[in-house]
């Protein structure tokens, strides 16, 4: 039983139901490892739900299903964005039920006053996109690293940039073992085939992920930055992906760039290397790389997939800035191709 009534024309949505409706196309948005989108959104007419979709689960690469989290995170800190961009405030529930894990959160909106900080980067929820391109040789200002540390604390995570030449050589080293480890390990080749057909399947297209490595030595033009988080748990977790989608969004806002990077908190050893020389009592989450660059576009699951008990006629497309990323299968969309560093981007 869910809370909606007679199904209805658009038109007839009252404004709290366009509000949950466009949170879950925000959601829709959110950055996922590999491009998964493991989310259900569950429309009411007071609240929405966020659920994990766990056949989209990377399983040997993310058996404990922390990166799933994470990017559930991302996902209702686009719910948050929305509904304070729509003037809402909101009563967020994390994890509400133990004996449903897979209930990341419910968020009701109600009166009040939305959301410091978060109408602004509604503009950015469209626009972003992980940077699959070069980064141009700028300097990213140690400015904007300490407001990018604020932005982490406000969602409860330490932002540890990699400063000294040390570092981004210890950072460098551990992500190209990570590499090698995976490169050798049949469960993770295993895995990345599977998730490999489960994009291909018709009508469901999503980006094909292309991982970054780190290829510089000197690693004087880069920038990275460690997201962490005190305790290391799913709620840990989600709040990671929360703060790792609002520093995305705010890095983005500026006219910055950002790629998120993983596979070195994916190996055991590396991630825990990391830590004692970067993030010391905090538990590293993931690794993000900030420069200058262009973008290009990710396409999404189709919302009818995703979304449940929406109004909204099948067909309607999240926004993107004009362009449509939810297409009907068929549809003319964004195309991969080569980067040219053994990965895909998307024109
Ligand atoms: C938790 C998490 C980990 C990610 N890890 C990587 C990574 O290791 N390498 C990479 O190139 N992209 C990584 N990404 C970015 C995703 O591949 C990207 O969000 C997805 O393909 C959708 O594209 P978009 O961000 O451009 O919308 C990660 C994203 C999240 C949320």
Redesign the pocket.
């Known amino acids: 039983m869910n809370g909606w009534t007679t199904p209805g024309p658009t038109a007839a949505l009252d404004e709290r139901m366009q509000a949950l409706e466009d949170a879950a196309d925000a959601a829709m948005?959110?950055?996922?490892?590999?491009?998964?989108?493991p989310w259900t959104l569950v429309l009411h007419r007071d609240r929405i739900e966020l659920r994990a979709d766990r056949s989209r689960q990377l399983r040997s690469l993310d058996a404990p299903g922390?990166?799933?989290t994470?990017?559930l995170?991302?996902a209702l800190l686009n719910i948050r964005v929305a509904l304070a961009a729509r003037g809402w405030a909101v009563d967020v529930a994390r994890f509400p039920e133990p004996a449903d894990p897979d209930r990341a959160a419910v968020v009701r909106p109600g009166p009040g006053a939305p959301e410091t900080g978060l109408p602004q980067l509604a503009g950015a929820v469209e626009e972003?996109?992980?940077?699959?391109r070069g980064f141009l040789d700028e300097e990213v200002p140690d400015e904007l690293l300490a407001h990018l540390g604020a932005v982490a604390a406000a969602e409860d995570a330490v932002l540890v940039p990699v400063l000294s030449d040390e570092h981004r050589r210890l950072v460098a080293r551990l992500t190209r073992e990570a590499d090698a480890l995976q490169a050798d390990d049949p469960t993770c080749i295993a895995d990345r085939a599977r998730w490999r057909a489960t994009h291909s399947a018709p009508g469901n297209r999503?980006?094909?992920?292309?991982?970054?490595t780190v290829d510089s030595e000197s690693g004087q033009d880069r920038t990275f930055v460690v997201l962490a988080t005190r305790a290391d748990d799913p709620l840990a977790w989600l709040r990671?992906?929360e703060a790792?989608?609002r520093v995305?969004l705010t890095v983005h806002r500026l006219g910055w760039r950002a790629?998120?990077?993983?596979?070195v908190?994916?190996v055991p050893t590396t991630r825990a290397a990391l830590r004692s020389a970067l993030s010391w009592e905090d538990h590293p989450?993931?690794?993000v790389r900030l420069g200058y660059a262009a973008?290009?576009?990710?396409p999404?699951r189709l919302r009818h997939d995703v979304v449940r008990n929406s109004l909204r006629p099948p067909g309607a497309a999240v926004r993107d800035g004009g362009r449509s990323l939810a297409r009907t299968p068929g549809g003319a969309g964004p195309r991969p191709v080569s980067d040219g560093r053994g990965?895909t981007t998307?024109t």
């Open positions: 948005l959110a950055p996922s490892v590999h491009g998964s989108q922390r990166e799933l994470l990017s995170g991302a972003r996109r992980t940077n699959r999503t980006s094909e992920p292309d991982r970054f990671a992906g790792l989608e995305l790629s998120p990077m993983s596979q908190i994916e989450q993931v690794l973008g290009a576009i990710a999404r990965g998307w």
